[in-house]
């Protein structure tokens, strides 16, 4: 009989400390998924709009300025950029688009630039799933076109674009980063 109490009392006890070690655990150390996870320095996002029957779609990486010189600097002037970090922007639509005077038929297009002091290059190229621009090549270009860039007042601290509706069958694509945006319009194929 005192062999079953005494066993009794060691499992009780060892059961008891077990919780007791389990509940300290997880008041006094964050999960390792939370203390591991940091919010990453260039976000994956994307935007999308309606524009009559036009579903327009960007998908992108937004890299923050975090002090640096952007244009000119992290970037050099007249070299093909990918519009985003990582892997090339892209850009798709289920309906053709008229930017420019140019046809860019339906589908998804890799979306890169060549910015400059005092124009910007806008490149749709057919292949859009690169990682950055070590794969872009100039022969596979669908659309090119210039934008004059404009000065914000304000720093944009992330890489942001937006689509904005102008009418049922227009509307405008805009890239703001550091203190330059960059817009274009479109038109959709009737």
Not at 29 to 52: F, V
Not at 157 to 163: A, P, S
């Amino acid at each position: 009989m005192k062999n079953i109490k005494f066993i009794i009392l060691v499992t009780l006890c060892v059961t008891i400390n077990i919780n007791a070690q389990e509940h300290n655990h997880s008041n006094s150390n964050p999960d390792k998924t939370e203390m591991t996870k940091k919010k990453p320095l260039s976000p994956h996002t994307s935007t999308m709009a309606m524009i009559g029957e036009a579903h327009i779609h960007i998908d992108y990486s937004s890299p923050g300025v975090r002090g640096r010189l952007i244009f000119g600097g992290l970037l050099p002037y007249d070299e093909v950029w990918q519009a985003g970090a990582h892997k090339a922007t892209w850009v798709e639509s289920n309906k053709d688009l008229i930017i420019k005077g140019k046809v860019v038929p339906a589908g998804k297009y890799g979306f890169f630039v060549i910015p400059s002091q005092k124009s910007w290059t806008i490149i749709f190229n057919k292949k859009w799933d690169q990682h950055g621009k070590d794969e872009y090549n100039e022969e596979d270009d669908v659309h090119r076109f210039e934008v004059i860039p404009n000065n914000l007042d304000v720093v944009k601290d992330h890489l942001e674009y937006q689509i904005s509706k102008k009418s049922e069958t227009s509307g405008i694509v805009s890239l703001a980063w550091e203190k330059t945006e960059i817009q274009f319009e479109f038109e959709i194929k009737k």
